[in-house]
């Protein structure tokens, strides 16, 4: 966190959460819920403003003069939860194809108290100025509730949420640019993109050219994710740092990332997919049986087909990347070292692509438990044949003799300390140094 404000409205938010897990709601849910109100919220305040600058974010007409946070402040009881289930259904339908529609669509109340849901209305949420707080303040209060609702195991949460100071290494690794096209087809909560933008912004800050600004908050940096809920709360994380607008393009993309060849390519793919062997999908029999069938992906731009989702995960951004893109990728162990499909895609992509550096994790900074990973760094390049891309695979080695866990000894963000050989800083110095200034270097022949 960046402010004493920040911390403050973070630990008010939160004091409520406990208070409604005695009713059955998650962690996830609560934020979830917190991203529905907030966004209403801002819309009121948005509305709210002198003429010149006046911003419509809620629909249009008649039907909806005084619905929207009004209508949540001046009901009570079952008429409040009434009103509010009722006025999502409707939201999820209006401005299709926008922020405003990835955030409400599909979206439902899982506040059953009329009495907590108005308190969480009106004493936690309506008395703070959420467009007057600065874009640092509210952004890093959703990102800190976002992390503590990834420590919920029960909930599956972790699985959405890389921590933070690993996906700080890379990008400090990685060094975006204005002019980059950066996706992660797995965004979960959106921290890689959000980590990216932030980079810009930090190291370009007043050189940025209006074009360049637009270019980043209208589809300069997009995301993709599976479940819908999770698409939800990155679309909100990325809102609330100032990075797309409420009526404009959803830059989070709600689908199955590997279900069709990419239709626009990345100069820059960050990405940790989910991890586990095996794509699969719930096929209900003519008799309510339930059966799990896995998935192989057959696409032309693949190399190989198989249920592995790791190795479809790897194939696919392999595909996204344009000429002289760049990505990093974490991986599990098993993509390493499988046989088979998974010794087909890695000669392929050795081959075809400059490999150039394996980093490989520490075990103990993942919320689920054992995980072995590494982080890939590849850039693709343009067809040499007979001559492989990768000629060196530098590989730094920050998993012996390094013991991690989220409590007590936790990875740590990347500060210069006299302690740096034990936090992320020691990541963030594991590409090679001619690697990052190739990268500065085409950054500066595509302005």
Known sequence: MTTTEARRLVDKLWSYCHVLRDDGVSTIDYVEQLTLLVFLKMAHE?????????EQIMPEGPVWEN???????????????????ELLEDLGNQRKDTTFHLI????????HDPAKLKRLVKDLIDKENWSGQKTDIKGDAYEELLSRGAEDIKSGAGQYFTPRPLIQAIIDCVRPTPDDMITDPACGTGGFLLAAAEYILHEYGKQLTPEQRKHLSSGGIWGTELVRNTARLAAMNLFLHGIGQPTGPALVRTKDALAAPPDK?????????PFGKKSSITVYGDDG??????????????????TNKQLNFVQHIASLLEIHGRAAVVVPDNVLFEGGTGETVRRRLLNEYDVHTLLRLPTGIFYAGGVKANVLFFERKP?????????????????????????QNPLTSPVVTSKTSCSATALARTVPSAWRRSASRRTRTRK
């Open 289 to 306: 049986s339930a059966a799990r069938e896995a998935i192989a992906y057959e696409r032309r731009d693949f190399w190989v087909t198989t």
């Open 383 to 407: 067809a040499r044949p007979n001559h492989p891309w990768t000629e060196k695979l530098w590989v730094y080695d920050f998993r012996t003799a390094q013991h991690f866990t989220l409590k």
């Open 104 to 111: 409400f669509n599909g979206a439902r109340n899982r506040i």
């Open 67 to 85: 619905r929207g946070w009004p209508e949540l402040l001046n009901n009570n009881g079952a008429a409040l939860e009434a009103a509010y289930t």
């Open 265 to 273: 390519r990345a100069s820059l793919v960050l990405a940790n997919p």
């Open 46 to 54: 948005a509305q709210s403003r002198p003429p010149t600058f006046r």
